[in-house]
């Protein structure tokens, strides 16, 4: 096919071409305001207009600040129309630590929400963005974004890009502590979406709700940008909320939803779930964490099926996926691979293991990411010279192909959803002046799926209760990396080479 030819399959290009097709459908739901197609892509073509007046060239970074809001959708279409790179932030940082990642990104204007701004105003002095634009209201030392956007030109034509173009940094928790930024492609998320349309669930449902932090690759791209893509309405929430969900699906007759499994058990104990109309769901997504048969037996019981998929944000993000017509034959199975897209489970010399052997999960598929932002020698670790990217999850291979993951390489905990590195975490804690030593782990929580615990040995004579550390990491780590539980030993078990035996520690606790 001439290059002529060949369809323009950047975000920004996707959506506004969408818009076009069907401006009179409903867009995008938010607190009580629904926009349709034709006005979404109006407000997203002027802020692509404003970007481009602000300086913001091709390849330059744009990020967002905030919880889920119409900006953050807007902005991160309008950054990719104008051929520029979208960077959204998690919310839940603290200070020092969005002050790394905005440095490293090297950002050229933030957009950030109301309950935000105080965070980066603490910062604001460490930082070199050219813009900091307030996103809800206008307050002192902020360009509104009115203003921001005032008597701009709205863009005409989106930037033509290739497939192999960086749309979007989204940063992952680094195991030695520091993020790292997966660039990923248009093309990664024009295939990824491809292969949510031939997954054995329909995906791209005529109305889908979004309530999982869009900062988050599954709270974005599991339903959310295939939804649009394909002319959907996306109702969209500030936060996760039991009830308002429950409303919200009723309210909006929502077909699909995206969530880690402990949002689907805080719905399934409030007490208007009984009573609630579930008659519109098709189908809930799981991720993050594996649904327990538990969870897929109330919501049977309330006629609504779940499903699930294993992902990363380096594979934008399915990996594999289990249909819920498998959701009970195949309890904790992560399901099978894509349509277009190979896994695989490595020994440690990256030699395929046969069906029942247990290694390293290996993905090779054109969702993969390019590689890490100012990262190359992790890019290298990460993905290898046959184009695997090495997730760091241990697993296997049923006899009829289906994944079991059964422990991290990186000893990753997940909590609620969210990814928490150890290290991250065990390089704040161990500061403590009490401390002498700690490990940190995840421990089984009904409630959280992993609960974060620290395994710490005192110096003489020193004493330390759980809230006394949370207390002293609070101001540095996110409240979702906060420890739990807090288990006090007199020596952490070590192997020769001086490694701590965390497998140890988690049979010691419940979690062999």
């Known amino acids: 096919m001439p290059d ?12 506004l071409r969408r818009c076009a097709l069907t401006p009179a459908l409903p867009a995008l739901s938010f607190e009580g305001v629904t926009l349709d197609y034709a006005a979404l892509g109006a407000r997203i073509r002027l802020l692509a207009g404003a970007l481009r007046r602000a300086g913001v060239n091709r390849g330059d970074r744009v990020g967002f600040l905030g919880a889920n809001h119409p900006v953050f959708i807007e902005a991160m279409y309008a950054t990719a129309a104008i051929g520029a790179i979208f960077v959204p932030l998690n919310f839940r940082l603290t200070g020092p630590e969005l002050e790394f990642i905005i440095g490293d990104a090297g950002l050229h204007t933030l957009l950030v929400d109301d309950l935000r701004m105080p965070v980066i105003d603490d910062i604001r002095a460490a930082l070199h963005c050219r813009h900091f634009v307030a996103a809800e209201t206008p307050a002192a030392g902020w360009i509104a974004l009115a203003e921001f956007a005032a008597d701009a030109t709205p863009l005409a034509e989106p930037e033509g890009v290739g497939m192999q173009d960086t749309a979007l940094i989204m940063y992952t928790s680094g195991t030695t ?16 979406n491809v292969n949510s349309r031939f997954s054995p669930e329909n995906l791209a449902s005529e109305v889908s709700l979004s309530c999982a932090p869009l900062f988050h690759i599954g709270g974005l791209n599991v339903t959310t940008m295939v939804t649009f893509q394909t002319g959907g309405h996306v109702v969209l929430l500030r936060n996760f909320e039991p009830g308002a969900v429950l409303e919200a699906i009723a309210s909006y007759r929502v077909q699909t939803m995206f969530g880690a499994p402990a949002m689907f058990l805080f719905m399934a104990q409030h007490p208007d779930f009984e009573a609630a109309d579930l008659s519109s769901v098709e189908v809930l997504v799981g991720g993050g964490a594996p649904v327990p048969e538990l969870l897929v037996r109330i919501y049977k019981a309330r006629g609504v099926k779940l499903c699930q998929g294993y992902g990363l944000t380096e594979t934008a993000p ?33 030699q395929p293991l046969p069906h029942g052997e247990k290694g390293e999960v290996c993905v090779r598929a054109p969702n993969v990411m390019r590689g890490y932002w100012n990262r190359p020698e992790a890019t290298r670790e990460a993905i290898d010279r046959e184009g695997w990217f090495h997730t760091g999850d241990i697993g296997y291979f049923d006899h009829e192909g289906f994944l079991f993951l059964c422990d991290r390489v990186k000893d990753m905990v997940i909590t609620g959803g969210e990814n928490v590195y150890p290290a991250e975490v065990e390089g704040v804690l161990c500061e403590h002046p009490a401390i002498a030593e700690v ?14 615990t620290a395994v710490a040995r005192l110096k003489d004579g020193a004493s330390l209760s759980l809230e006394e550390l949370r207390d002293f990491a609070s101001t540095r780590l996110a409240r979702y990396k906060l420890p739990l539980r807090l288990h006090l030993v007199p020596e952490l078990p070590r192997n020769p080479a001086g490694k701590v035996l965390k497998y140890q520690l988690r049979a010691r606790w419940g979690n062999p």
């Open 177 to 192: 502590g520091r993020p790292k930024g997966a660039m990923l492609t248009h093309g990664n998320f024009f295939w990824n």
């Open 4 to 15: 002529s030819l060949q369809p323009d399959i950047g975000l920004g290009t996707n959506i």
């Open 439 to 452: 490990a940190v782990i995840g421990l089984p929580d009904q409630k959280w799926g992993e609960a974060v």
């Open 318 to 350: 399915f990996a594999t996926f289990l249909g819920s017509r498998w959701i009970e034959s195949k309890p904790g199975s992560a399901g099978l691979p894509p349509l277009y897209g190979e896994v695989r489970v490595v020994d440690a010399s990256n």
